[in-house]
């Protein structure tokens, strides 16, 4: 059973990716740091229906005062994603449970190749942006969406940062 994080979060920022992607930026309230995570880790948040739902961490491994999550609204989904764009507003506090990593980066690599369609592409972006601007291997990504506007963190992996 995965372990809920005692220590009180708070939805600290949401930002709205594409028409139907919103990220959503955890902070511990006391603006501590949260516990570590891997490339590629998930955690299970509580939505503010009640329902628990997995996400991506989408930010750094480097980034240990926040956590980044992108959901995607799935009006025909169970309900958990749209609790969490309607209900869930900045500063509100949320239950989420330690990183877990089921799908991790391969160390020492000769070479990385990512495939992503749509909101897939999140496990991936931690994966990507922990390679770091000098990669200890060098990677390509193959990203397949519908459209430009309804992909999220197009022009972030267009420009490369």
Do not use: C
């Not at 609204?73 to 309607?86: M, Q």
């Amino acid at each position: 059973m995965e372990k809920y994080i005692e220590d009180e979060l708070i939805i600290s920022k949401i930002y709205q990716e594409t028409p139907l992607v919103k990220t959503f930026e955890i902070r511990r309230k006391d603006g501590l740091t949260l516990p570590e995570f891997s490339a590629g880790s998930h955690i299970r948040i509580k939505m503010p229906n009640g329902m628990v739902r997995k996400y991506s961490l989408t930010n750094s491994i480097e980034d240990a005062d926040k956590y980044l999550i992108s959901v995607k609204r799935e009006e025909k989904g169970r309900g958990g994603s749209i609790s969490l764009w309607d209900d869930a507003k900045q500063g509100d506090s949320v239950e989420v449970t330690n990183p877990i990593n089921s799908f991790e980066l391969v160390e020492k690599a000769k070479s990385y190749i990512f495939i992503a369609g749509g909101i897939g592409i999140t496990p991936l972006l931690s994966m990507i942006r922990s390679l770091g601007e000098v990669p200890y291997a060098p990677w390509k990504l193959y990203y397949l969406t519908a459209n430009k506007e309804s992909t999220p963190f197009y022009d972030e992996l267009i420009s490369g940062q």
